[in-house]
């Protein structure tokens, strides 16, 4: 490098240091709200009502534009999950007339049948350019994972594993966060077919608000406003990303409790074979 090299590179640098973090801080991404969810820490589990809620608004609102291709329908009555009786969710197929595709008939014209408790959810749209076509050209992404997806969003730089062990991910946190939080730009500024949201990385992204409150009815007593509905599909979201989640924290829970029994018993054994030799 001769020195004329060495003086841009260094004055780049400066550049980049100094303008970085201004660049970056324009955009800066809000960390989610933090909530204190029920399947948080070693011991949580879901709440099954607010699951059956969650699945309402997932159904009723979400539904319109993202699919959940990882869930079928039997998984809603699995254990772990909400809780559904298979007659239950038999009959909300039927009321809602869910079909599927079903190859092509006689004629040559695609054909769909009615779903069955072993299909996977349809996706609400027939390809991803119609996706597209429908939403300012941004694909929504498929839901079943996203909770996954956006963990450790809620954290900020200290987050560490201790956290997550008693705090839960962060996915679900973001994506209530998410959800509920769209607002007006703090500047005005508008852009065409663009919601301001301080959560989502960039600000700016072609979710139109999908809640505001009261957009469904619970049967569960429990009031729909924004808030609830946010953090209802947020937690059932989370189920669906980890179906298996209360299963994992007993085994694990088990486990640490035979390893604690386990090293007892070989301290004792220890000492036991020591005994005779001098030390
Ligand atoms: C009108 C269609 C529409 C509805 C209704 C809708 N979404 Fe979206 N959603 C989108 C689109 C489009 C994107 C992609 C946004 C982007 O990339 O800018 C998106 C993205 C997302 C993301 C990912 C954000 C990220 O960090 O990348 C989440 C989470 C999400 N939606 C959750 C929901 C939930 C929960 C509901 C129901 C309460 C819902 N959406 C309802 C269209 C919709």
């Known amino acids: 490098m001769n020195t004329v090299t060495k003086m841009l590179t260094a004055s780049g640098l400066a550049l980049a240091l100094i303008a970085g973090p201004a660049l970056a801080s324009e955009h800066k991404q809000e960390n989610a709200e933090d909530y204190a969810f029920s399947f948080e820490g070693p011991f949580g ?13 997932f159904y009723e609102v979400c539904y319109s534009c993202h699919s959940l291709k990882y869930i079928r329908f039997r998984n809603l009555t699995e254990p772990g999950g909400p809780g559904f009786s298979k007659d239950e969710i ?18 040559g014209e695609p054909a769909t049948r009615p779903a069955r408790l072993s299909d ?76 301001y949201n301080p959560y989502f990385k960039g600000h700016w992204t072609a979710m139109p608000p999908p809640l ?28 669906a990303s980890q179906p298996k989640l209360e299963e994992r924290k007993r085994v694990g829970l088990m486990t640490m409790l035979f390893l604690g029994v386990f090293a007892l018993m070989m301290y004792a054994v220890k000492r036991a074979l020591w005994a005779g030799v001098k030390h």
């Open 45 to 57: 589990k879901y709440d099954k009502a607010q699951l059956k809620r969650g699945w309402k608004v």
């Open 212 to 239: 505001s409150g009261d957009d469904v009815e619970y049967s569960d007593g429990a009031k729909p406003t924004l808030e609830q509905e946010a953090t209802d599909v947020a937690a059932f979201l989370t189920w």
């Open 120 to 195: 996977a959810i349809p996706n609400p749209y027939k390809s991803e350019a119609q996706a597209k076509a429908s939403n300012n050209n941004a694909v929504p992404p498929d839901l079943s994972l996203i909770v996954k997806a956006r963990e450790g969003w809620y954290y900020p730089w200290y987050s560490s594993p201790i956290i997550k062990l008693f705090k839960g991910n962060g996915g679900a946190e973001y994506v209530r966060s998410f959800v509920s939080g769209f607002e007006d730009a703090p500047d005005g500024e508008e852009k065409e077919g663009l919601n």
């Open 90 to 107: 038999k009959k909300f197929i039927k009321e809602n007339e869910i079909v599927v595709d079903a190859g092509y008939n006689e004629d």
